[in-house]
């Protein structure tokens, strides 16, 4: 009988916990393997079974893609009678059954003789077919992002898919630009596009078998889940709204390198249990969706498991056998294994350099000391690495900071704007997306008599949009107090941003003059949303203007001047589509009807308060979603009741 405190008991038992280390080692390292191994065969499961999922997709659309190519050049090519039209989109129709809808949308004014808009437009019905023209009931197709997109792209664009009218069927839409040639010059003309049905390919998706309870699903091209075995999520939530809602970010980085177009096989969560599944995802290179094959581990890793289950009892079995073995034998000390004991606790309480017992043998016991050392080793660098890592974290983020303040510093913030010009009501606000963004506003007297204004939203957000940004302000500025007309003042500054712009960023900008004698505003608009006109309290709406190409995009790109003139006390509200475009949870907009209708009920108020009480809209309306664009507002009231006398100073 062995005593508890005598030397046998604590070598044996000692020499036992040193084995069953040894062995766990043994086992964990069994396990790794084993694991790579079955993680190896599925990826390579994973990979032809995406690249199937992808060919029978790309064997649904590739064909259909051809159809508004084929009539894009017929268009081009050949004059049809514009009443003609119906007909030949009805003959496309009866040859392509998986299409549901198609539409030719000319560019504003293409047949003068039609007005500004002509669409013809053909829908499948049950019955039938459904004929209308979009430009009806007021629907300005022109600035919708299926004619928009492949306008400025000037290339074939897929839109984010969609609820559609009849059925509630998830659909999406292919648009392809044509020309014509006018005067020998090859003239964007307008755009080709068909509606089609995702029915049938999410159903191919949802219904291929993954292990027992895996499953694939659709990632669309921003993010939204297209296919998914919940079917809740499906055109209702997006990758990074469930990060957002799970508090997951690793679920948000992962949807980034989806949209990216990457192909990746690795971890992944997107079950409320937390769940441990593993995805092999690849883009779908028609229209840049991600297909993605969900594994479940317990079901990947099953015999893997059981095999472990085996050599865990199997080692239990070999333990017993070695305590009997070794009951007579005594022959070494206990202390090198007490030392290492202290010395663990020593590198736990964060003592990384503390003495390792010196040991001389060539056994376990060697062994056991080198693992003890290379963790040692491992944790000071680690230790050492992680401080470097957040000091320059902390550098760049205290760079960020400053490159905010420089950004803001470049926009006007001192109110009232002009305090010596009473009949000028102006204010303005800026709220980046991030700690820098694209947004700008400014403005400033450009004589005695008259004042210039502006507002623009640069194509992109961080740091090279408010350099963008920086430079448009300043170009604008410049251009306007040499004397240039609106129109002159863009032509002059898109010319410039379009110099080594190797980025091809662009800016949507509105620039317009007001006279403070008379209320006389010349203005002109470079791709911007319309401003909102106050006229009265209950009395507002969105001002009518040409649309105008965006600035940094075409050298030659010509803008028009336009005349307004505000009556006393009227107001001119502009913004960027931060604003109309602020979403909630849901992925809800703001919109613009919205906004017209604070603007109806608010816009008596002073333009401090307008703003401020719009912007109190927005936060109300997001309820703590994070923002997704930078939001502008300016608002400008003429109160011309206020006469300028010979000793009124004015600002120069």
Known sequence: MIKRNSLSYNIISKGLLFTGILLMVILSIFYFYARQSIEESTRENAIMLGDKIVAELEKEILPIEVIPHKLALMLEKATFDPDSLFSVLERVLDKHPTLLSMQIAYKPYFFPEK???FAPYVRREDQGYHFRLLGEHGYRYHFADWYQVPAVLEEPHWSEPYY???????????????YKTIDGVRTFAGIVAFDMSLDHLTAVVRDI????TGYAFILSRNGVLLSHFTEEYVMHESFFSLAEEMDFPGLRETGRSMIRGDAYFGDYVLTRDGKDLTIYYTPLPTNQWTIAVVYPDDEMFASLHQMSSILFLLMIFGLILLAITVYQIVSR???PLTLFTQSAREIAQGTFDTHLPCITTNNEMKELYDSFSHMQEELKRYIEDLKKTTAAKEAIESQLRIARDIQLSMVPRSFPAFPDLPQIDLYATLKSARE????????????TNHMGFTIGDVSDKGVPA???????????????????????VLEKTNYELCQDNEACMFVTLFFGILDIRTGEVRYANAGHNPFILVVEQKNAFYQKMAAGMVLGAFEESAYVNEEMKLEPNQTMFVYTDGVTEAMDKSQNQFGEEKLLQIICEFGYLPTTELI???????????????????????????????????STPLIQ
Not at 164 to 178: K, L, N, R
Not at 436 to 447: E, R
Not at 466 to 488: C, Y
């Open 209 to 212: 078998g993954v292990l027992e």
């Open 612 to 646: 401020q009480k719009t912007m109190d809209e927005i936060k109300a309306f997001v309820k703590g979603h994070e923002q997704s664009d930078d939001i502008t507002l300016l608002a400008l009231r003429f109160k011309p009741e206020i006469k300028i006398t010979s």
């Open 164 to 178: 559609g009218e009849v059925g509630q069927a998830i659909m999406t839409t292919y648009s392809v630009p044509f």
């Open 115 to 117: 007005g500004e808009s």
């Open 436 to 447: 820098v963004g694209g947004d700008l506003y400014n403005f400033f007297m450009i004589d």
């Open 333 to 335: 000390q206990i202390k």
């Open 466 to 488: 408010a350099l963008f940004m920086a430079m448009t302000n300043t170009l604008v500025k410049a251009n306007a107090l040499s004397g240039l007309s609106p129109a002159e």
